[in-house]
């Protein structure tokens, strides 16, 4: 309840979030277009500190470039006086240069060894690092010219800018935000009129729907003015109507409803006892039918030792004991079905080795009955803990299926081995190829339907190996079938 309540939220709710986010929209576009203000003045600050630099820079240039001009004049016209007094005529030149104009930039002379010898008054050498500076060499005097700017006055100009902005900028913030102030008041004032009147149609129509739960009275449309909320009390009005008429048709049903129930009720009890009986009758019809099948086949196996005991092998005994032993265990595999919801199969300590060794031997006449052979590969002393019960099931239906399965004097392979922490148990024979190895393991599924079986002993092998964490694979195509089981070590 606390939860659906924290989750439903009132108008009162919705207009006090609505109006928060139309401030804070307000609030944060007056403060984007202030920004985007502040970035295009920092543009404007950088194309002109571009510009200026640009500027001086090409006046730099000019002025180096008449200084070489006037030294190779005054070389030409001097070249034969000493260094020295072409030096001082070059001053000369210099000073009648930059006396008559006026120049914002600064020459100098610097002779080879790096010393300035000459330079005009603008120039000062603690600034020299901070200036823009161009120099060039004149071989024939061995002289290095050169000429500056200082870029102090840059500063002064982007001060004066800023200055500006700052000022253009608190008249913009406070126009925008008075703006914006005013605005998000109308757009508030006229927002809450708006809900007023739309919470006083919404209890109208809370009040009206608490009304006609009690009595079918439909709700007035006359008091409703929005169109939306129009067409709502429209729909509510003929969901009423139709609630009416049905509650008249339950009332009804209702008085003929106990009838009906206590008859179904004795008639569903009736079903359920004779589905019981049939299902107790079914079950205990198998299981007298499981214990009758089971006597003959211990007999007629019985006497079929005593008789090899006796005299030697007789191939047509040798078809019947095969026979009776793939009968014994269809009978396993049933009497396996019936009693597996019902037993607890206790696992135990198992020579697997050994156990496995015992089945091929009972199968052995079987195999020699079909006209094949088993050949087998069985590592001694693997152990693993299993209920010989299940592992008997897996064991003998796949032996009985290798044999059923396989083509005539072929050989059928029974390998067990150990691999890491498992113990791999493998059975091959040669015959056809699985068609639908997807329903392999169906109950009821039957590869070959003219070779007979019910169908369940593939189905019973996987239900013991899903239970036991045994894993299967099965590879088969045209020349062989092998099915793989992965025991955990004991």
Do not use: W
């Not at 603690?126 to 500076?133: H, L, M, S």
């Not at 809370?206 to 003015?225: H, L, P, R, W």
């Not at 009978?331 to 020579?351: F, G, N, Q, S």
């Amino acid at each position: 309840m606390l939860q659906k309540r924290k989750d439903n939220k009132s108008i009162n709710q919705i207009n006090f979030m609505a109006i928060l986010f139309a401030g804070l929209f307000a609030f944060i576009s007056a403060c984007l277009i202030i920004v985007n203000e502040y970035l295009d003045f920092k543009k404007e600050i950088k194309i002109i500190e571009e510009g200026y630099i640009q500027a001086q820079q090409k006046s730099v240039e000019t002025q180096l470039n008449l200084l070489y001009n006037i030294t190779e004049y005054r070389y030409k016209q001097s070249q034969n006086l000493p260094k020295e007094q072409i030096y001082q005529k070059l001053k000369e030149d210099i000073n009648a240069l930059t006396s008559n104009i006026e120049m914002q930039t600064y020459l100098f002379l610097q002779d080879s060894s790096g010393v300035v010898f000459y330079r005009t008054a603008a120039l000062s050498l603690e600034d020299v690092g901070k200036d823009i500076v161009l120099t060039k060499t004149y071989e024939p005097l061995g002289l290095v010219l050169g000429s500056g700017v200082s870029t102090h006055s840059i500063e002064d100009v982007l001060a004066e800018k800023k200055k500006a902005y700052e000022d253009k900028i608190i008249n913009f913030v406070l126009k925008i935000y008075m703006l914006t102030l005013f605005l998000y008041l109308v757009s508030t004032v006229e927002y809450r009129y708006v809900s007023d009147i739309m919470k006083r149609e919404i209890r109208f129509i809370v009040y009206s729907f608490k009304k006609a739960s009690q009595n079918y009275e439909f709700i007035d449309m006359e008091k409703i003015k929005f169109q939306e909320f129009q067409e709502i009390v429209t729909h509510a009005n003929v969901m009423i109507e139709e609630i009416k008429n049905k509650n008249s048709a339950l009332v009804e049903l209702n008085s003929n409803l106990e009838e009906i129930v206590e008859q179904k009720t004795i008639e569903l009890k009736r079903s359920i006892d004779f589905t019981q009986e049939l299902l107790e009758k079914q079950d205990r019809f198998v299981k007298n039918a499981i214990h009758e099948i089971n006597t003959p086949l211990s007999i007629i196996l019985m006497n079929i030792d005593l008789y090899n005991l006796k005299f030697e092998k007789n191939p047509y005994l040798i078809k019947i004991e095969a026979a009776v032993k793939v009968l014994d265990n269809i009978y396993e595999d049933l009497a396996y079905v019936v009693k597996k919801d019902r037993v607890v199969y206790e696992k135990a300590m198992i020579d697997f080795s050994k156990f496995v060794t015992e089945r091929v031997e009972y199968f052995e006449d079987v195999a020699e009955g079909n006209k094949l052979h088993i050949i087998t590969d069985i590592t001694r002393d693997l152990f693993i803990v299993f209920n010989e019960i299940e592992l008997q099931r897996i064991c003998d239906n796949n032996l009985s299926n290798a044999i059923k399965y396989s083509y005539e004097k072929q050989p059928v392979h029974i390998r067990l081995y150990a691999e890491q922490e498992n113990i791999v148990f493998e059975v091959q024979n040669c015959g056809e190829k699985i068609k639908a190895p997807e329903q392999l393991f169906d109950r009821y599924y039957r590869e070959d339907e003219a070779r007979g079986g019910f169908g369940l002993g593939l189905n019973i092998v996987k239900e013991i190996c899903d239970a036991n964490d045994v894993t299967i694979t099965v590879i088969s195509d045209e020349s062989k079938t092998l099915f793989r089981y992965r025991f955990a070590k004991g």
